[in-house]
């Protein structure tokens, strides 16, 4: 349990929501994970046309002890699925995903046996970007929409009261219809 479990509910928290959120998403660094052609793109994104660094990103770790962003930007094979997974559980929480392209999202024409169909069966998914590759300007309006996420992000009590009444809502949209006569 961290100790945002233990923040108590009300004004002042949401106070704390707010300024958490502004600090996380402004301090947001990619852990460098390039799988194939997308990398590319996302290499794009951190030059001078299109400048992460704008965002406070531009810092593109090769140890996922300091990044708390993975950017899937490829076809995600079999055997680099582990590989995948384990540097995931390295970075510290909280850490986003964002699967960028077809191919990390759903396989996308690697229909086969090498290739994971979606990244989304090793590891949690915020953001899905489509596109064969993105262009790099796809790739900073999703940064931008997973930093509203995370600017909105809820803690504590708020978390679980949130939590508690998405999970109402989803069991009663599975519920079957009862005829009552
Ligand atoms: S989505 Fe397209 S550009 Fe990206 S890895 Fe797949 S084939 Fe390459």
Redo the contacts with the bound molecule.
Sequence with gaps: MGLEEKLPAGFALTTVEQVVGLARKSSMWPATFG???????MMSAGGPDYDIARFGMEKFGATPRQADLMIV???VSQKMAPVLRQVYDQMPEPKWVIA??????SG???NNYAIVQGVDHIVPVDMYLP????RPEMLLDAVLKLHDKVQNTKLGAHREQEIAETEERMLRRSLPLVDKD
């Design positions: 799988l194939a052609c997308c990398a590319i793109e930007a490829g076809r960028m392209g077809v191919c990390a999202s996308g024409m690697f596109g064969c590759p993105p």
